[in-house]
C-alpha cells in the first residue's frame, strides 16, 4: 500500500497519492484501487484516509452554514440572494416578516433591496433545490454597516484558527466585530475605518500564507507593528 | 491541401523550423493569468499564443437548458481577427463551431460533472495568434483554466497533433507543415486512465501510417502533460517555499 | 439532444447488456449494418440527387452547380461546398433555426472524406484559372433520423455525386455558354464513412438512435478505394484506448470494402 507524497506537499488534478486499501477523502476519488487528486492542493494522509486540501476551490452549500450574500433579485414573495457558490439562494418574505406575508400590502424592496447585504443560515439545500435562508437568530438579517473581505472559501477555517485562537486575536487586538461567512465572505464592524483596515490587512495577509505555520503569532506582530506605525490605536 | 514545391524537410532529416520530426515546438505556459476569470492559463507553442478563461460553475440561464443530474460544459472557440495573415471576420465560421464542439467532448471526459447538477461551467479560448495544430494548444490551456478554478478533474488533458510530412511522420505540427503537408491527426489523452479524448484526421495517411502518428502524438501528449504540471505548481510554488 | 429522446431505462440496461454479450437489440452483430438502400437521381431539378435508407435513418442529397471564383490558393480547382440540414420534420429533437454544432459537425466530416480522398477532380472543374470556376453544392437533408447520420450522409453525398451530371459549356470572350448536352462529374475516388459508438467499452458499427443515446463516445473514420483513411473524427463526451482506436481502423477498412463492393463503386 504505498503513497507517492510526502504530507502537505502540492498536488494537481490526476497526481497518483496512494494505490491500494486507502479511502479517497476530499478532493481525491478513487479508480482501479488507485487514489487520485482531483483538485490543486496539498495531500494529507490520515490513517488509511487520504484527503487534499484544496488551495483553489468555490463554496458549496451546507446546511447550518453560516453564509454572508447580496440580494440580487427582489421576487413577488422574497428575494434572490447571490451567496458566491453555483446556485443562487432564497430568502422567503415570511421568513423575514415573521408573519405570512401580504402581496397586496406589503412592499419587500423597504425590507431588502437589490444590493443589499444579508447574514444568514443555509436552513436547507440538496442537489435538486436550490437553498433556502433563514435568519430567525440573532445576530442575522441584513447588514447595515462595516465593510466586506472576499477571500477563497476553502480558507476560512484559517482564518478561524485552532479553537477560534486566530480570529478572537485580530477581534481583541483591532476592537471590530466580524462575521464570518463559510461562503468566504467576510463582514467586519470596527470603532473607525482605521480598525477596519487593520483587520481587513491581517485577513488578507492570512490568505496569502494560509498553509505556512506559525501563522497566528506572525499575523499578531504584524498588526502590532501596524498599529505602533499609525501611532497607537484607541483599543 | 495543396502541393507546393517548398522543401517541408531537409537533407538531414530536420523540418522548416529546424526541429528534428518528434520534436515539439518551444512551449510557455502560466496559469492564473486573468483575474476576472474563475481560472484562466495562457500558452505560446511556437508561434500560437493562446488564452483560455472558465468562468463557473453558476446558475445556468435560459434554466431550460440546465440539466437535472449533471453540470452544462460550454465552450467557445475563437479566433482573434488579427490571428492570421488575412483578417478574420470576428463572426463564429463554421470551422469555430466545429473546434467548439471537439474541444468540449474532448475535456468533459476529464471533469466531474455529475458533482455539480444544473450549473454551468463556460470555457472561452481566444485564439491571438496561430501557427497550427490551435485546437490542440486550446485544450492544453483549457483544462489548466478548469484546474485553476478549482472544478474536481479525473486528470489534465494534453493535447499534441502528428502528421505526415513529404512521407515523414512528424509531431506538433506548425502552420506551414499543416497547411501544405499530406495529414494531420489532432489527439488529446489523458495520462492516468490511458484514453483518447479528441481524434481527428484530415489528410491521407495509411492505416500503419495513421497508428504511427496517433502513437508519436500521445507521447508528445505525455510531454506536454509534464509541462502543465509544472505551471499549476509554479502558481502555488510560493505557498510551498514558505511552508518548508 | 433534449429530454425529449430519453432512452427508457430499462431498454438501456438491456441494450448495454446484449452488447457485452456480442448481440444487439436488433438482432444484428456488433460489426453489421443495417440494411442500405439507394435510390439516384430523385430530383430531377439538381444536376445529382440521392436517397439513402440506413435501416429507417433517411437522408437526401441534392448537388447543385453554379459558376463562381475559385479560393486564392487554389486558383486551378472548382470548389465544394458540403451543407448539412437536420429538418425539424425528421426528429422531435431538430430544431428550426440557423445550422447548429451538431449539422455543421455532420457536415464538414462528410465534406472532409470527399475532399481528402481527392474523390472529385477539381481542376477539371476549373473554367478560368484564377478567375471562374464551378461551384459544387452538396446539400444534405436528413429527412428521418434514426441513428449514424454520418454514414447514410457520406453514403448519401458520394451516390449523388456519382449520379450528377455537369451541362456542356464553352467560353466566349470570358463567358460561360450552355451547349446541349450533359457530361458526368469527374468523380474518381468513392471514400466510405464506418461509424462506430462505444457502449459497455465495446464497439458496435452503425449505431441506431437508442444505441447513439447510451453511447459513452462515436468514432468515424473514412477510407478510400485503397484502404488509405481520409478522415477520422471522435465525438461525444467521452473516450477510446489507443487499443480501440486501432481496432476500429482494421474494422472500418473492411466494412468500406463490403459496401463499395454491393454499390458497385
Known sequence: ?235 | MSQKTEKLIDKKGLRIDGRKPDELRPIKIEVGVLSNADGSAYIEQGKNKILAAVYGPKELHPKHLALPDRMVLRCRYHMAPFSVQERKSPAPSRREIELSKVIREAIEPAVFVEYYPRTAVDIFIEVLQADGSTRCTSITAASLALADAGIPMRDLVAACSAGKVEDMIVLDLNDVEDKVGTADVPVAYMPNLGVITLLQMDGILTSEEFEKAVNLAIEGCMKIYAMQREALKAKYVSVKEVEE | MTAATTVVRVKQKQIAQLIAKGKRLDGRGLTDYREIKIEQGIIERAEGSAKVLLGKTEVMVGVKIETGEPFPDTPNEGVLTVNAELVPLASPTFEPGPPDENSIELARVVDRGIRESKAIDLEKLCITPGKKVFVIFVDIYVLNHDGNLIDASALAAMTALLNTKMFNYEVENGEVKIKPGYTPLPVRRHPVAVTFAKINDRLVVDPWLEEEQIMDARLTITTDDDGNICAVQKGGSGCFTPKQVFEAVQIAKEKAAEIRKKLGW
Not at chain 1, 479517497?24 to 483538485?39: C, H, P, V
Not at chain 1, 442537489?127 to 433563514?134: D, F, G, I, K, M
Not at chain 1, 483596515?197 to 492570512?206: D, G
Open chain 1, 1 to 235: 500500500m504505498p503513497t507517492f507524497f510526502e504530507r502537505r506537499q502540492l498536488v494537481v488534478p490526476g497526481d497518483l497519492l496512494a494505490e491500494g486499501d486507502y479511502v479517497a477523502g476530499e478532493n481525491t476519488f478513487k479508480s482501479n484501487n488507485k487514489i487520485y487528486a482531483s483538485r490543486i492542493g496539498l495531500v494529507e494522509y490520515e490513517d488509511n484516509k487520504v484527503n487534499v486540501v484544496a488551495l483553489r476551490a468555490f463554496y458549496i452549500p451546507r446546511v447550518g452554514d453560516t453564509v454572508i450574500g447580496t440580494v440580487v433579485e427582489v421576487g413577488f414573495n422574497g428575494w434572490v440572494v447571490d451567496i458566491n457558490a453555483p446556485y443562487l439562494a432564497l430568502l422567503r418574505a415570511s421568513e423575514v416578516l415573521n408573519r405570512s406575508f401580504k402581496p397586496q400590502k406589503d412592499d419587500l424592496t423597504q425590507v431588502l433591496d437589490v444590493g443589499d447585504l444579508v447574514v444568514a443560515k443555509i436552513a436547507s439545500y440538496d442537489r435538486t433545490h436550490n437553498p433556502q435562508l433563514s435568519v430567525d437568530e440573532p445576530g442575522l438579517g441584513k447588514i447595515t454597516r462595516g465593510q466586506i473581505v472576499k477571500i477563497t472559501p476553502t480558507k476560512i477555517p484559517r482564518v478561524i484558527g485552532k479553537k477560534g485562537s486566530m480570529i478572537s486575536m485580530i477581534k481583541q487586538e483591532t476592537g471590530c466585530h466580524i462575521i464570518l461567512g463559510q461562503n468566504g465572505i467576510i463582514l467586519i464592524t470596527g470603532k473607525s475605518p482605521e480598525d477596519e483596515e487593520l483587520a481587513i490587512m491581517a485577513i488578507h495577509k492570512i490568505e496569502e500564507e494560509a498553509h505556512t505555520t506559525g501563522l497566528t503569532d506572525r499575523i499578531l506582530q504584524l498588526i502590532r507593528k501596524e498599529k505602533e506605525k499609525k501611532g497607537g490605536l484607541k483599543t
